[in-house]
């Protein structure tokens, strides 16, 4: 069973760049959902897609989006970045029936300079 | 916005000592999951409870829930420096799908 994984580990962009995130889903799941964690913070909730469908979305602006692939795998994109944007990203997979065992990924640390 | 809040913020103690830490939430909930942070790495998921559950084990962890009060407690027993990490509690609420959410976290450092 091959776990959550994450790419690239560490990326640096600078203010108004765009950036794309990528997830691969553990085997046999099929919703992924995307959080931000800025330092000392906990996750925040981003967006989630089920069958390639965003099934929920949390308090971020709409230069945030998502794409979910009829693989499960996922992207999170950002446009315009900004400073604030700095933080470890972090993408979770999860069987429906189970929605609430997510696991996660080992995220990606953006830093917007 | 934060539904959960973690406390303390911080604890340190020496291996073999128990730490215990509490969460705080605001509304109803479904559910109530633990997780542990190494490093600013990803969450590695320790244990549910349900809301219509007052106590589950696993492990050296226990876990109470008390919906009256919303609040939930994860006690670690003997503690190894190992178990040094940040600690989230996360809930999602009645009714809706599955979106849970975070606390800010305790940070736990075990001495050796």
């Known amino acids: 069973e091959t776990g959550v994984t994450q790419s690239p580990t560490h990326l640096i962009k600078t203010r108004g760049q765009q950036v794309t995130l990528r997830c691969s889903s553990q085997?046999?799941?099929?919703?992924v959902s995307w959080y931000q964690q800025a330092l000392g913070q906990g996750p925040q909730f981003i967006f989630q897609?089920?069958?390639?469908?965003?099934?929920g979305r949390g308090n971020f602006p709409p230069r945030f989006s998502g794409l979910q692939f009829p693989n499960y795998s996922s992207e999170l994109n950002v446009n315009a970045l900004e400073l604030d944007d700095s933080a470890l990203y972090l993408c979770?997979?999860?069987?429906?029936?189970?929605?609430?065992?997510?696991?996660f990924g080992p995220g990606t640390r953006l830093t917007v300079l | 916005s934060q539904q959960g809040e973690e406390d303390p913020q911080a604890l340190s103690i020496q291996e073999g000592e128990n730490a215990t830490m509490n969460c705080s939430y605001k509304?109803?909930?479904?559910?109530l999951q633990w997780y542990r942070q190494n490093s600013g790495r990803g969450l590695v998921h320790l244990i549910l409870?349900?809301?219509?559950?007052r106590e589950k084990h696993s492990g050296r962890l226990r876990v109470t829930l008390d919906t009256s009060k919303k609040s939930s407690s994860l006690l670690i027993t003997a503690s190894r420096a190992a178990d040094t990490a940040s600690y989230f509690c996360?809930?999602?609420?009645?009714?809706?799908?599955?979106?849970?959410?975070f606390g800010r976290g305790t940070s736990l450092i075990v001495h050796p």
């Open positions: 897609y089920y069958r390639e469908e965003e099934n």
């Open positions: 979770a997979s999860s069987w429906t029936g189970t929605a609430y065992e997510q696991f």
């Open positions: 509304t109803s909930i479904n559910n």
């Open positions: 409870i349900r809301s219509n559950e």
């Open positions: 085997s046999g799941h099929n919703t």
């Open positions: 996360a809930t999602d609420k009645s009714g809706g799908s599955y979106i849970p959410t």
